[in-house]
């Protein structure tokens, strides 16, 4: 059986970038950097608040893997462009 998918709510106003996107789906910075191994949460935030909220190309194997394993609906389309608003 699937798990089921997780819904996230950001301001409708605003564009959602891949950054917001990920940080939002996995449940913040805290536990989207502890569950990517990275020592310091500082690292997830400073995706969305420089390089126009990109994460790094390195970080898109690993994201995508976490995604399939929690079931959460993530593509690597997600991970360039973001998602319509």
Sequence with gaps: MAAPKKV??????QPITPAK??????G???????????I????????????GGLIPSHQ???LLE???KEGVELTARD???G???
């Excluded at 996230?8 to 106003?13: Q, V």
């Excluded at 996107?21 to 996995?26: E, G, K, N």
């Design 60 to 62: 898109h194997r690993p």
């Design 66 to 68: 976490l995604a399939e």
């Design 8 to 13: 996230i709510t950001l301001d409708p106003a």
């Design 79 to 81: 991970l360039i462009f």
């Design 28 to 38: 913040g910075t805290y536990p989207l950097a502890s569950k990517l191994g990275i």
């Design 40 to 51: 310091s949460h500082t690292t997830v935030m400073k995706w969305g608040r420089t390089n």
């Design 83 to 85: 998602r319509p608003n």
């Design 21 to 26: 996107l990920v940080i939002a789906l996995f």
